[in-house]
């Protein structure tokens, strides 16, 4: 029988573990690590204000759920008693998880390597994680008494805990896991990693504990067995405020990436557009002068070779304007797209081809091999080009090239590189084309004189240093004037008068010709105004390009000026070459010509790409046949029945025929046996001004009476709508 004196021993408790309470733990452990990671990575901006905010949130709302990860615990134990807890214990341990996180997340702002960061950030958050937990246990009415597993079995959630953060914190953000998927996505793993340990170690703190009942507890401030899930529920509650503003950061960055993405790409596209020719995507002048300079660089790089050396070379295609003017654009695109895809097949890599022009292109060569390797490629470039080319519609063409070659440092400075390589180009297609040339210091000359023509004819419009000289065309068989056409000159100030098969090209090459060609309309104009008001009604032809005929408010821009002189249209004649009428664009545009009432005229007819049956649904009203035609027609038999076939056709299409070109009395007359309507040429006149061939016309000068054909103008003028 015991002794009546005798203390009873208390009785001793294994607690059981609630499996859903802990799995809540576990989830909110893991939204707990998620607001961590995020707060660490907010914490790197530079913008101190916005670290501020994130260190202040992430410290109370990380503090209230780590907090709350352990009051579930608490809830989770299962004894034969109710569990109470002490107030002031667990609110102390409520504040030293939010100082606590507040000094973890301090050390984001720290100046210390990634790695040494990151392991005390990991181990600070396991070492937390630990004293939470202790604190929170201890402030249990009935604390539970040591690990019935042992002293070193309580270090082991320590261990996982403080583990699994560092791998966490280096999978997030260490360099080497960068580029292994996005933040967020990466992030989400390491959370749920963390969770799922968090929820492993305290199933092994808690499990492994023993709890004794005491039976008179401290009289302190206590809250119930239901207050733990409503204490918890609302460290819950502030962390999901916290991860709320998570989402709306995370749902904000994401805007804004996306806002920087299509940025970038904008930018991008703009970069690619600024830098690239949009017809052959090859790169353009400017990206093609950034290549250059890199590679000028190297060559001038005192730490390089001494032998390193490039070469430029300009390449312009010989005949791609008739084809360009007779097959249309789509034609000529085409024809520069393989031209383009040629060129790049003959690079090597680190070698560059840029399209720099309408049909110019340039090749940057690093270590050609010198003058002989510059010259191997440019053969090789020069047949390449003459291979033929195949045209949308099945038609083949042929073309050739000429190339200039500079070399530097040869041929350097650095600055002047690509225009020796153009000064170069122009000798090779003066010497016949189809071929190379290789700077001389005598080039630089050329290509200046042609810059310094294309600067003087941009202001010679202005300066009035255009003039229209005026060649009349006679009736075969009368002799009488029948119309004359207008021919530009340009009387230089010191070159004297310039021919236009020296500076129309030039106003062609630089983008010249569309003024070029409205100061000749207006001149003209303002001359048939002046010949009106002197009784003579002349007849006037002007000359117009497929690129004019191309230009938007053509019609309007001529009826403007037919008007601005009251200038009756049957006066004015416009002439295209036969070419043209194989550009669809351009017949469109020559076709609604005669809206206005303008007669229209074929010139050079029989030397390109005859269609009659586009001449018979054009309301053309003129064939001009080239002299290159009869040149020989007296002797010949071939030209004789050329033009005998040509003269038949048009008489048969309702059409005049005139000959141009005519120098000789034996040319007149076979073309008159030939029945050609209309003569012109050096037999009887020279292209002169407007004054002289008044003067000419009205019989003063005593070279030749001229008495107008009634017939042409027996109608009374008229009025342009």
Known sequence: MPSPLATPLPAFSEPAL?????????????????????????????????????????????????????????????????????????????????????????????????????VVQGLGMGVLWALVQRLALVSLADPPVESRLGTGWSLLPLGLMAAVSVAALLFLFAPRWADRGRFGHRLAAAAVACGLVSGVAQATSLGSLGFVEVAQPAALARLGPLALPWVGGAAAVALMLGLFGVLIDSRAAHRH???????????????????????????????????????LDLVDDPAGPSDRHLAVMFVDLDGFKPVNDSFGHHAGDAVLREIGLRLQGLTRQGDVVARVGGDEFVLLAEQPGGAVGAGMLAQRVIQALAQPCHLPDGTEVRLSGSVGIVLYPQHGPAPKLLARADAAMYAAKRAGGAGFAVFEPGMEHDSRTQLEMQHELRGAIERGELALYYQPKVDGRSGQITGVEALVRWEHPTRGVVPPSVFVPVAERFGLIAPLGQWVLDAACEQLARWQALGLHMRVSINMS??????????????????????????????????????????????????????????????????????????VTQLKVDRSLFTDIQHSADALAVVDAIVKMAHALGLRVVAEGVETDEQRKMLLTLRCDELQGYLFARPMTAERLTLWAMGDEGVHRADFRPSLFAAAPATLQ
């Open 546 to 619: 497929a690129h004019q005929l191309r230009q938007e408010h053509l019609l309007q821009r001529i009826r403007r000026s037919l008007m601005q002189h009251r200038v009756e249209p049957s006066l004015m004649t416009i002439e295209i070459i036969e070419s043209v009428l194989l550009d669809d664009e351009a017949v469109a545009a020559f076709a609604s010509l005669a809206q206005l009432g303008v007669g229209l005229s074929i010139d050079d007819f029989g030397i390109g790409y005859c269609n009659f049956a586009l001449l018979r649904k054009l309301p």
């Open 18 to 118: 609630h499996g859903p309470t802990l799995a809540l733990a576990a989830v909110v452990a893991a939204l707990l690590f998620g607001l961590f990671g995020h707060g660490l990575r907010k914490l790197r901006s530079t913008d101190t204000l916005t670290a501020l905010g994130w260190w202040a949130a992430g410290a109370v709302a990380g503090g209230a759920g780590l907090w709350a990860v352990h009051v579930a615990g608490l809830t989770s134990l299962r004894l034969p008693w109710e569990l109470q807890a002490r107030t002031w214990p667990l609110a102390a341990s409520a504040l030293v998880a939010a100082t606590g996180l507040a000094a973890v997340l301090a050390t984001a702002r720290l100046p210390w390597a990634d790695t040494p960061r990151l």
């Open 257 to 295: 990436r996306l806002l920087t993405d299509s940025l970038n790409e904008a930018n991008r596209r703009l970069r690619q557009q600024a830098l690239t020719d949009p017809l052959t995507r090859l790169p353009n002048r400017l990206l093609f002068e950034e290549k250059l300079a890199e590679a």
